[in-house]
């Protein structure tokens, strides 16, 4: 049996409808993913836009840990960490390092004394094709248990509000330990001097196929020295980068990449509860620090240290940080990649 045809006027309607469903099906899915359904629902843009200072974002900086100088290396591995991870990094070699120490504060031009908290972001490239980007910092622990949290942490320390992060601490008590640690851990005059701690969780898959959650963590070879932060404010704003690229220059700097491993019951998903000290711990190799170079034309500088970047033999635990920093990241990669005129990359670009 023939279906009657269809008059043109009618067989044109019909596309146009089909054209607005779609258009209105895209329009939706975009609404969707950029949270509009859902005002209360956590993006990265909301993430990023909360960590901007009250003078505004650093346009083509990053919008956390702005001010830092990038790094060459090599990661030497021993062998020892093939036991828990398949990934290539852990086979007993040397592979090429690319780095960033830096300080966590969204202002470019903070001066180093007034940044308590210290980070390095890592890059280890193999053979095989793969890397492992890492982004770690100095503190034996994060402030708060989620990323909601932090979102709320930023917040409460932009608010007007006088008794804003007293709420905010009432709701998280778990903010007191990071607290305490900011009061009382001594601060040092170089960033060869930090340890630095994933603090996030991940599993690593051995070449049996048997997972393994861990943290890891960078130890200095250097002894650190404590200075108080007033003698470190008499060095000038910018002593750090200073330091290292003078310290580099002299001698490379090494730091013992040490893996830890949760028993069962252990708070993985949690980075503000640290692990009790007994955990088995595995040295799986030393990362030399060889050369530094100043950011603005540095190898960092276009790269996105998302913790998430990891190479065959590891991934994500149950921790939801990571994913929320890689979509944070992103987005701030985004906007400060499209940002470069605001930040020359030569004296030759810059401005007259
Ligand atoms: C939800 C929580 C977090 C948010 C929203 C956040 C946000 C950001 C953003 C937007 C950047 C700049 C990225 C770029 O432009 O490349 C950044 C960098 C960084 N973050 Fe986070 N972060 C979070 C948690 C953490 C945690 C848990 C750690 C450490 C354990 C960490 C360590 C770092 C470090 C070291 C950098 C600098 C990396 C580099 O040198 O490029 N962050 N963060």
Redesign the pocket.
């Known amino acids: 049996m023939t279906q009657p045809r269809q008059s043109p006027a009618r067989s044109m309607f019909g596309s146009l409808v089909l054209i607005a469903v779609l258009i209105g099906a895209g329009a939706a899915a975009f609404a969707y993913t950029a949270g509009w359904f859902s005002p209360q629902r956590l993006t990265p843009d909301k ?2 836009a909360a ?1 901007a200072p009250p003078t505004g974002a650093a346009l083509g900086h ?4 702005a001010k ?1 100088i990038c790094f060459t290396g090599v990661f030497e591995a021993n062998g020892a960490g093939s036991a828990l991870s398949k990934a290539q990094v852990f086979t007993r070699g040397r592979y090429p390092v690319l780095g ?1 120490l ?1 300080l ?1 504060t969204a202002d470019a031009n903070a001066p180093d004394a007034t940044v308590r908290v210290r ?3 890592l890059q280890i490239s193999t053979p095989d094709g793969e890397v492992w980007r890492s ?3 100095d503190p034996p622990f ?1 402030p708060v248990s989620t ?1 909601q949290a ?1 979102y709320e942490l930023l917040l409460a320390s932009a608010s007007k509000d006088p008794d804003a992060m007293k709420t905010f601490a009432g709701a998280h008590p778990e903010i007191a330990a990071f607290g305490a640690w900011a009061k009382s851990a001594p601060w040092t005059g170089s960033y060869a001097e930090e340890r630095f ?4 969780s991940f599993v690593f898959t051995d070449s049996s196929g048997a997972e393994h959650t861990v943290r890891w963590s960078l130890l200095p070879a250097a002894q650190p020295v404590p200075v108080s932060p007033e003698d470190l404010a008499k060095r000038g704003p910018n002593f750090l980068e200073q330091e290292i690229t003078e310290r580099v220059r002299s001698g490379p700097q090494r730091w013992t990449m040490v893996v830890s491993v949760a028993n069962p019951g252990d708070p993985t998903a949690d ?1 503000s509860k640290a692990w009790p000290e007994d955990r088995r711990a595995v040295e799986v190799g030393t990362l030399t620090v060889q050369q530094i170079e100043p950011e603005p034309d540095g190898p ?1 500088r276009d ?3 998302d913790p998430t970047v990891l190479p065959s033999g590891m991934r994500t635990s149950d921790a939801p ?1 990571p994913a ?2 890689s979509a ?2 992103a987005r ?2 985004d906007l ?1 990649t499209a940002e470069a005129k605001d930040y020359p990359r030569t004296v030759t670009d810059a401005k007259p």
């Open positions: 993430l990023v960590l990053r919008r956390n840990h830092g960033r830096n966590a980070g390095m972001g982004a770690m910092i994060f990323p932090f701690n994933s603090l996030n980075p960092c790269i996105n240290f940080f929320a920093r944070a990241y701030s990669y400060r």
